[in-house]
């Protein structure tokens, strides 16, 4: 049986590092404009961030297929911006047309 201090230390990293996770989140979707690299955030939308993965939706195929070959570069934008590995992985989608 584990000591109680020891319970407790591994409950509390686990809240530190979803607070950390969440605090991420906010910043990038509410600082996409200044995070991304203007190619990114002239055409690109934050949808979430969530265990590290990153979506953001496109207008469309076209800009999409363009921009997947640039997603290195947007998370070394943001990764550097916020000095941590926020961003692990980019999944590009593109905006429904209705």
């Given at each position: 049986?584990?000591?109680l201090a020891q319970i407790l230390e591994s409950v509390v990293e686990h809240l530190v590092d979803?607070?950390?996770s969440s605090t991420s989140s906010l910043t990038v979707l509410?600082?996409?404009?200044?995070?991304?690299?203007?190619?990114w955030s002239e055409h690109?939308?934050?949808?979430?961030?969530?265990?590290g993965e990153l979506?953001?939706?496109?207008?469309?195929?076209?800009t999409a297929s363009?921009?997947?070959?640039?997603?290195?570069?947007?998370?070394?934008?943001?990764?550097?911006a916020l000095e941590t590995a926020a961003v692990t992985t980019v999944r590009v989608i593109t905006e429904r047309t209705r």
């Open positions: 049986m584990k000591p979803q607070r950390q509410a600082n996409w404009e200044t995070l991304a690299p203007p190619v690109g939308r934050p949808i979430r961030l969530e265990d979506v953001v939706a496109l207008p469309d195929g076209a363009l921009l997947r070959f640039r997603v290195g570069e947007l998370m070394d934008a943001i990764n550097g």
